[in-house]
């Protein structure tokens, strides 16, 4: 019997999709975050100093973007789920990954 199959269904590119749009987010929460840290004045005479406060408004894009990072890994979740139909499909780690680290960080952000 001949395979009439031809590349991946809507699902799998929805998931793809997805997946490529976490790390994009990801991303940019690690630059936001190393944007908004205080600044560190090297290692001179001393021990070196920090100079400054957290950026709150920086910060507050953090959480929004973390916010979306979490929805939009619980929808592909769920994606993975609904097209886990052969024995080949698999639940995709990066998304996973991704809502328990954007999750952690949230989590961080609220109680630090």
Same mark, same amino acid.
């Given at each position: 019997? /001949?395979?009439?199959?031809?590349?991946p269904?809507?699902?799998?590119? =929805?998931?793809?999709?997805?997946?490529? *749009?976490?790390w994009?987010?990801?991303?940019? *929460?690690?630059?936001?975050?190393?944007?908004?840290?205080?600044?560190? /004045?090297?290692?001179?005479?001393?021990?070196?100093?920090?100079q400054?406060?957290?950026? $709150?408004?920086?910060?507050?894009?953090?959480a =929004?973007?973390?916010? &979306?990072?979490?929805? &939009?890994?619980? =929808?592909?979740? $769920?994606?993975?789920f609904?097209?886990?139909?052969?024995? $080949?499909?698999?639940?995709?780690? $990066?998304? *996973?990954?991704s809502? *328990?680290?954007?999750?952690?960080? &949230?989590?961080? &952000?609220?109680?630090?």
């Amino acid at each position: 019997m /001949q395979n009439k199959r031809r590349g991946p269904d809507f699902v799998i590119k =929805v998931i793809n999709i997805l997946s490529g *749009v976490s790390w994009i987010i990801l991303f940019l *929460v690690v630059v936001f975050i190393s944007m908004a840290k205080p600044k560190f /004045q090297g290692f001179g005479r001393g021990m070196g100093s920090i100079q400054g406060t957290w950026d $709150t408004s920086l910060l507050g894009i953090v959480a =929004v973007l973390l916010v &979306l990072l979490i929805a &939009l890994s619980a =929808v592909g979740i $769920t994606f993975n789920f609904l097209r886990m139909k052969r024995k $080949t499909d698999r639940i995709r780690a $990066t998304l *996973v990954l991704s809502g *328990v680290l954007a999750l952690i960080g &949230l989590l961080a &952000l609220i109680f630090n």
